[in-house]
């Protein structure tokens, strides 16, 4: 079973399909551009605090020898550590911008401002974009956060049980910053989270449930190959070429036991 699973992950549309977000490669964009989907859903923007200084830091004659490849090596630490646990508990990295990330997690709500992706290019080349007002509140919400903050914008904190979160109020602004969940006793994660996957059309489950991605799996299919690599940078399918590319799998794990570590 994991010689079947290591020869599907050395497949050339797995090693495309890891630097893409599942709602590219699963994703119905028909083949006209420019072309636009609207959807509702939940963003989240993470950036890893006093970044810019630690680049500062690692740059000083100190760390000239190989200052530049342990600064790499630390961001690759946090990242990692990010990305898998937004894929764990369900979501969707679109974008990495150095040392910050978008992630989706897509829902059904229609009380929630949605958000539109708008696909450009050309026979060669295309271009993702996510757009929309929720868009713009993560920014703004990181425009305010701290180190070790969690704001909520204003859609966000309105949408929320505001019984199990305690917030504190941001002077002369709508959003808010978290200070600590307040859970009750009855509050069941494994039960809370079973009813969020009704809206994880492509959650790794069955014989798959200990990866982080299904598309990991995915069969050889050379026109969703062809279509998916104009998403993707030259210079990124070069290393694809080379097959320089790591694939994540993770031992069984209980989001219960998850959440208390955290």
Known sequence: MNSQKEELQ???IVRIAAHLPDL??????CPERPSVDYFDGVLMFVDISGFTAMTEKFSTAMYMDRGAEQLVEILNHYISAIVEKVLIFGGDILKFAGDALLALWKVERKQLK???TVVFGDETRNFFLVIGQTVNDVRLAQNMAHMNDVILSPNCWQLCDRSMIEIE???DQRAVKVNFLKLPPTFNFDEFFTKC???MDYYPSGDNKNLLRLACMLESDPHLEMSLQKYVMESISKQVTLKNLWYFSMPPFSHQDDRAQD
Not at 24 to 29: F, K, M, P, Q, S
Request: hydrophobic share 50%.
């Open 10 to 12: 050395d497949r050339a």
């Open 197 to 199: 996957m009704t809206f």
């Open 169 to 171: 109020r941001i002077p």
């Open 114 to 116: 949605n958000m539109i």
């Open 24 to 29: 590219i490669v699963y994703g119905d964009i």
